[in-house]
């Protein structure tokens, strides 16, 4: 991510209102700009689709389809996501970038292989009674997510990550008008529309992948090879994706709080819409968390680490690891001051913002728990990303690991307990992980010269 830092810290430094304003706002279009497009997108079809599309449930079943696309593919290609950042970035700062593109050309035959075979069988033994048309739809749009994943990925070690964003826009600004356009056709029409939509965005992506890197050999796995591979990243990447859709599949599935929607698919009209609202609240944190960790820390970090490989004295490489420990303290306390505002801002429009969804407000208990776990989640995410600067995965592993087994489990506990229990499951699960890392952060800081020097 040193592009966005470099482009935040040229904005920070013009010292002015309009470039602070214009840091945040570039740094919060770059962190949420791609799932809030993507959301919106969705909504978009549904919601321009209602007069055309008979009946309307067809409607909600392409949405909830799309859903399951989304969610599935991230899960499904986790594991693969942290291990090929880890890769490209070593490569990277190797100067080996060559072998970057033959391992993307790898990870990208793996998640097809794995997202085609995953997805075939549960279309052929668990879709059996919806048409020909749909479930090869859905094996397509699967196998494509999956990619666009992969890609996404990739490109984090560029440097055009506006790019990224006009790339995100253009293919769902295309999704929704082939989905609108071809609305008549039902829902398979939707989901076909919404599948190129994604073919496309997948080629944009790939052919600035290709514009920026070259190599004479074509397909390589040389990052499963015993030095470059790191078990932890893929349960990592396995466990977190898990840990943030878990409760959501448990509503889901839950007979008191979920409905069949198609085929195997679910929906929980009750949990669903608070969480929907409850993540578009977490703009403002998501742009501090990149300001912050990419400007200051990042900087602060790599002071530190340049004094430590330079030999410099050990009362200077203190006075940096103590700046860095300050940088780390005073980001997450702004993210923290940030989201909160931003949860009362929330809190103080929920009614005004339900009744004009047209949803009744006794929704709103639970779009307020909601709202501060997301914010929490911002606030872990923050955390992760420090550990993974200071290349502690094993502290990332135990908090992924913690994450899906405490949400799994108090999400079970709150459903038991009933309706004025529901998403506290999801809170408190993420309240208690956030604790306990920033008290792992905490004593990982206090040793952070004798680790550096003891790993060296």
């Known amino acids: 991510m040193a592009g966005i830092g470099f482009e935040l810290r040229k904005m920070l430094q013009k010292d002015t209102l309009l470039g602070v304003m214009k840091a945040y706002t570039y740094a919060g279009i770059i962190s949420a700009g791609p799932w809030v497009l993507s959301i919106l997108g969705i909504l978009m079809i549904g919601v321009l689709s209602l007069p055309f599309v008979i009946p309307t449930t067809l409607i909600t079943q392409f949405q909830v389809s799309v859903t399951a696309l989304i969610m599935g593919s991230l899960i499904i290609t986790g594991p693969l996501q942290l291990v090929f950042t880890r890769f490209a970035a070593d490569r990277i700062f190797e100067r080996q970038e060559e072998l970057i593109l033959p391992n993307y050309h790898g990870a990208s035959l793996i998640a097809t292989a794995v997202s085609g075979l995953f997805a075939l069988v549960v279309a052929g033994f668990f879709m059996a009674e919806q048409s020909l048309l749909y479930r090869l739809l859905m094996v397509a749009g699967f196998v494509v997510m999956s990619n666009v994943w992969i890609a996404i990925i990739f490109m984090s070690g560029m440097k055009q990550y506006l790019a990224v964003v006009w790339i995100f826009f253009g293919g769902y600004a295309l ?104 993540y578009l609240a977490v703009i403002p944190g998501m742009a501090v968390f990149l300001v912050r960790i990419e400007t200051d820390f990042a900087e602060a970090y790599d002071g530190f680490f340049t004094a430590v490989r330079e030999g410099n004295s050990l009362e200077r490489i203190e006075l940096l690891r103590n700046q860095m420990v300050s940088t780390v303290r005073t980001g997450l306390y702004e993210i923290l001051k940030i989201q909160a505002i931003a949860a009362l801002v929330l809190f ?56 899906v087994v405490l949400n799994g489990f108090l999400t079970w506990a709150t459903l038991q307990l009933g309706p004025a229990w529901y998403g506290y499951g999801f809170a408190v699960a993420l309240l208690i992980v956030v604790m306990v890392a920033v008290y792992v952060l905490d004593r990982k800081l206090e040793s952070l010269e004798y680790d550096t020097f003891m790993l060296q």
């Open 348 to 403: 103080a429009a929920g009614g005004a913002l339900l009744r004009l969804l047209d949803i009744s407000e006794l929704y709103l208990p639970l779009l307020y728990v909601d709202v501060i776990g997301a914010s929490l989640q911002v606030l872990l995410l923050g955390v992760l990303n420090i550990f993974f600067y200071l290349d502690q995965r094993r502290a990332v592993f135990g908090l992924s690991l913690a994450f």
């Open 175 to 278: 999704t929704v008008l082939l989905a609108l356009w071809l609305r008549r056709y039902g829902l398979e029409g939707l989901l076909f529309g919404f599948v190129v939509g994604q073919l496309v965005l997948l080629a944009a992506t790939t052919t600035m992948i290709y514009r920026s890197y070259t190599s004479r050999v074509f397909i390589s796995f040389e990052m499963f090879n015993r030095k470059s591979f790191y078990f932890s990243l893929m349960a990592v990447g396995l466990f977190y994706n898990l840990g943030v859709w878990i409760d959501k599949l448990m509503f889901w599935y839950n007979p008191a709080t979920g409905q069949q929607v198609i085929g195997p698919l679910y929906a929980s009209v009750i949990y669903d819409i608070p969480v929907f609202l409850a």
